[in-house]
Nanobody, 121 residues
Framework: QVQLVESGGGLVQAGGSLRLSCAAS????????MGWYRQAPGKQRELVER???????NYADSVKGRFTISRDNAKRTVHLQMNSLKPEDTAVYYC???????????????WGQGTQVTVSS
């Protein structure tokens, strides 16, 4: 059993900052990519930013220069520092990870329960 537990969402005014955190626990042998996705009402879930175990990142153009992802492999955590927030950043943010539970098993997708981020204008 693998769990991803998120924290750090909330309500903030435009221009403000929030930091999201996600911790992976359970039957984990190795973690490949960890990252954050978001889903706004009436829209599809989209990638925000993700990071490999080696530190390579991918991010949405809409968050370039404002959001920064960081990862602690030893603690199995990933964080998303969100600065200069805009009302259009309002969404439920989901932590995601590709995890193998044993040396011989493949990668499986795991998702957190989601945390609400609301940016007021």
């Amino acid at each position: 059993q693998v769990q991803l537990v998120e924290s750090g969402g909330g309500l903030v005014q435009a221009g403000g900052s929030l930091r999201l955190s996600c911790a992976a626990s359970g039957s984990i042998f190795n973690i490949n990519v960890m990252g954050w996705y978001r889903q706004a009402p009436g829209k599809q879930r989209e990638l925000v930013e993700r990071v490999t175990g080696g530190g390579s990142t991918n991010y949405a153009d809409s968050v370039k220069g404002r959001f920064t992802i960081s990862r602690d492999n030893a603690k199995r955590t990933v964080h998303l520092q969100m600065n200069s927030l805009k009302p259009e950043d309002t969404a439920v943010y989901y932590c995601h990870a590709d995890i193998s539970s044993t040396m011989f098993s493949g990668w499986n997708d795991y998702w957190g329960q989601g945390t609400q981020v609301t940016v007021s204008s």
